[in-house]
């Protein structure tokens, strides 16, 4: 399984980006239902799960709750995140990660940057 990560970029506060994390090398019913994550990792700090998809089910970090969205289009294989409100500390490399039958794969990073 293979992880393309892309959509990240340099936006001003307040601003708006969708993430996208394209996996290929999965079938349809393995993609369905492993457990969808997005992660940051911002400099000088540890990685930290941001979002995660599992079985319909959603969660977020506090930090980014009511504020970012995870979701996925199976048909795709695709994850996405949608980020609004964007703020300055969301900066970070964010990591797409699938973790399931096809084990524990993580996308390359894409780096946010927010401006204030």
């Known amino acids: 399984v293979q992880l393309q990560a892309s959509g990240g970029g340099l936006v001003q506060a307040g601003g708006s980006l969708r993430l996208s994390c394209k996996a290929s090398?999965?079938?349809?019913?393995?993609?369905?239902?492993?457990?969808l994550s997005w992660y940051r990792q911002a400099p000088g700090n540890e990685r930290e799960v941001v979002a995660t998809?599992?079985?319909?089910?959603?969660n977020y970090a506090d930090s980014v709750k009511g504020r970012f969205t995870i979701s996925k289009d199976n048909a795709k294989r695709t994850v996405y995140l949608q980020m609004n409100s964007l703020e300055a500390e969301d900066t970070a490399v964010y990591y797409c990660n699938i973790r399931g039958q096809s084990g524990n794969c993580w996308g390359q990073g894409t780096q946010v940057t927010v401006s204030s």
């Open positions: 998809l599992n079985s319909g089910d959603t």
């Open positions: 090398g999965i079938i349809l019913s393995v993609f369905w239902s492993s457990n």
